[in-house]
């Protein structure tokens, strides 16, 4: 059997799915609070804890943008997101030093809109490999994940990806691909894939 095709993939969303937390007016910030420095001390708020909009200097690896405004970063203990309205030019593998507050977020707590600079640029964090369950629990939100099996179908996005339903029983993985080899949708059908991302 020839090794598995590798992807690069935007977000796994087929079993993704967590409760959206619930909105909390924002409180002051407090003076004097030490700043967060790690990913993981950021996604372990609560959302009132994050509403507080704590201090943050978080340095990390760039792994993935989504609408030119939204980036995901990780460093070595998890991975977490900023806002930007500047990140033309910034790609997967820059890393960078971010300084902001902290945001509650849509699943997660993450920092609010953000500063950043570019301070070097290297290797992806290793993806962790994981299944349809590891996705459902949410513990992996945010940060590089793989997952391999055989693509059961697929179709096209409106926005010219592709989606393709990875795994032979339900619960199964959606792939939503980024890039990858070709670009017809007949060639993924019936393939082991490995599939890279957020």
Sequence with gaps: M???RHL?????AGLAWLGARAAVAPATPESG???????????S????EALRGLPVRIRGTVIFIAAQQDVFVQDDTAGTFFRTDRAAGLKPGDVIEVEGKTHAGLYLPGIGPS???????????????????????GRFHYQRVAAEGVVRAGRRLPDGRMALKVGATSPWIEVRVESGEGSGLASFVGAEIRAEGL
Excluded at 8 to 12: A, D, N, Q, R, S
Excluded at 33 to 42: D, G, N, S, V
Excluded at 118 to 130: M, Q
């Design 115 to 137: 500063p950043y600079r570019v301070v070097g640029y290297g290797p992806l964090p290793e993806a962790v490999r994981v299944s349809a369950e590891d996705l459902r629990s």
């Design 8 to 12: 690069l993939v935007g977000l796994f």
């Design 33 to 43: 609070e030490p700043p967060l420095t790690k990913a993981i001390q950021i996604r």
């Design 45 to 48: 708020l609560t959302s009132e």
């Design 2 to 4: 020839p090794p598995p």
